[in-house]
């Protein structure tokens, strides 16, 4: 079931998050350039809790539009990379003479987490974007805790 949609038109569908990524993970760097880490990171964090909310609005009220799925996944693909590059930045600058250590900490927490979700979704996907989107909402739910915890730290 590919929700009504033709499977050369689907593929297409499911391209718009990894353009999304692709052109954002290029205007990331751009705006770091300009607006600082910080800037690009809230605006990062921000447009990821727009797409989050916007796919719990789409798997619970319009399960079957695949626009609406996909702009969401679009807004958390762009999110997630503006907020990428300055974690990773300040990642290799926590231990800076062990790059490579503080790069495969990051990479092993990030697969960890895709790996959680995977694990998760096998149990209560049922055909729909419902569970995807309540799992996504659970993980937009902790960064945002994860984020706010940071800033409290910080101050």
Same mark, same amino acid.
């Given at each position: 079931n590919h929700l009504g949609v033709s499977l050369s038109a689907l593929s297409f569908y499911q391209a718009s998050t990894l353009g +999304? &990524?692709? =052109? &954002? #993970? $290029? $205007? #990331? =760097? $751009?705006? !770091? +350039? %300009? %607006? *600082? @880490? /910080?800037?690009?990171?809230? !605006? *990062? &964090?921000? /447009? @990821? @809790?727009? *797409? #989050?909310? *916007?796919l719990g609005v789409t798997g619970a009220y319009h399960h079957e539009f695949i626009p609406g799925i996909c702009i969401s996944m679009a807004f958390i693909a762009a999110g997630g990379a503006f907020t990428v590059a300055p974690f990773g930045m300040r990642a290799y600058m926590i231990f800076?003479? !062990?790059k490579g250590t503080a790069m495969a900490v990051n990479t092993s927490i990030r697969q960890s987490l895709a790996g959680g979700l995977v694990l998760l979704s096998q149990f209560f996907y049922n055909g729909t974007i419902v569970p995807v989107a309540a799992l996504i909402g659970i993980y937009a739910f902790i960064c945002l805790v994860i984020f706010i915890t940071f800033l409290l730290r910080k101050e």
């Open positions: +999304a &990524f692709l =052109v &954002f #993970s $290029l $205007l #990331s =760097v $751009l705006a !770091i +350039a %300009k %607006k *600082g @880490m /910080t800037w690009t990171q809230n !605006i *990062g &964090f921000a /447009t @990821m @809790m727009l *797409g #989050s909310l *916007g800076p003479d !062990i």
